[in-house]
C-alpha cells in the first residue's frame, strides 16, 4: 500500500502526458559560445606574453 498523500495532482489527470519540446537549447549553445571565448582570449594573451619574452630577449641593452 502506497503512503504518499497526493491530492489534487497533475500526476493523476486523464490527460496525455506532453513532452514540451518547444524549449530552446539555448544552455548548451551558451556554454559553448563562453567556452570559445576563452579558449580565444587564452590564445590572445598567450601569444602577447610570448611577445613580450621575444622583445625582452632580442632587445638590445638600454644605453646609459
Same mark, same amino acid.
Given at each position: !500500500?502506497?503512503?504518499?498523500?497526493?491530492?489534487?495532482?497533475?500526476?493523476?489527470?486523464?490527460?496525455?502526458?506532453?513532452?514540451?519540446?518547444?524549449?530552446?537549447?539555448?544552455?548548451?549553445?551558451?556554454?559553448?559560445?563562453?567556452?570559445?571565448?576563452?579558449?580565444?582570449?587564452?590564445?590572445?594573451?598567450?601569444?602577447?606574453?610570448?611577445? /613580450?619574452?621575444?622583445? !625582452? /630577449?632580442? !632587445?638590445?641593452?638600454?644605453?646609459?
Amino acid at each position: !500500500m502506497s503512503r504518499h498523500n497526493i491530492t489534487g495532482s497533475e500526476a493523476f489527470d486523464r490527460r496525455p502526458f506532453v513532452i514540451v519540446r518547444s524549449v530552446p537549447s539555448g544552455g548548451l549553445r551558451r556554454r559553448r559560445a563562453r567556452m570559445a571565448l576563452a579558449f580565444v582570449l587564452g590564445i590572445i594573451v598567450a601569444l602577447a606574453a610570448v611577445t /613580450v619574452a621575444l622583445l !625582452m /630577449v632580442f !632587445m638590445p641593452p638600454p644605453m646609459v
